[in-house]
């Protein structure tokens, strides 16, 4: 189909809430045509109808690298229908330019959705794997949501936007997760008790 341009943090439209699908139609189907066509030709691991400027809830993931074959993932309708856990993840966005920071995800996540024939399926992905890290970024673009709503530090994600030319922190759309957060400090300090055992 075609590559389409990808809005830029900053475009109102990254903030919408996008519609359910009705009908997977032959337009739908055109539409996920473009978000693989479009995701491939930036080399994005994921991306969602909102980032192409389409307001319906679908998102295309694909984490093979390398050599491995292609293997696409389309999620039309998605549901998270449980999560669990925490993990810090250092993400990016196609919609914010070479810009990444830590953010918080949850490790284990349920998700329901509809493949690009209509047909539903469960997936489950635990341990906090590339997958369903994505799974959750994806997801929340189509609510509006933006990665840096998950900072874990706040200031590095702020400087980080600012050295990527990108406009400044939308701070009153951060996502308050105390329970996440909570988890998060837990781990991150593990980390530090870790490294100065490594030290001595
Ligand atoms: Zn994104």
Known sequence: MAVRKILKFGDSFLREKAKDVHKVSRKIQDLVSDLLDTMYANNGVGLAAPQIGEPYRVFVIDVS??????????????????KSGATISR???LSFPEAFTDVRRYSDVMIKAMDRKGRSFVLEVKDG??????????YDHLDGILFVD???NR????????NHNLPPMEVDKMIDEPELAEKINELLE???VEESENEE
């Open 65 to 82: 690298t390398g050599d491995e074959p292609l293997n696409p993932i389309v999620f039309i309708n998605p549901k998270i229908i449980k």
């Open 91 to 93: 993400e990016g966005c």
């Open 129 to 138: 794997p590339l997958l369903a890290r994505a799974i959750q970024h994806e």
């Open 150 to 152: 998950h900072a874990i």
């Open 155 to 162: 200031f590095e994600a702020e400087e980080e936007l600012a």
């Open 190 to 192: 593990a980390t530090e």
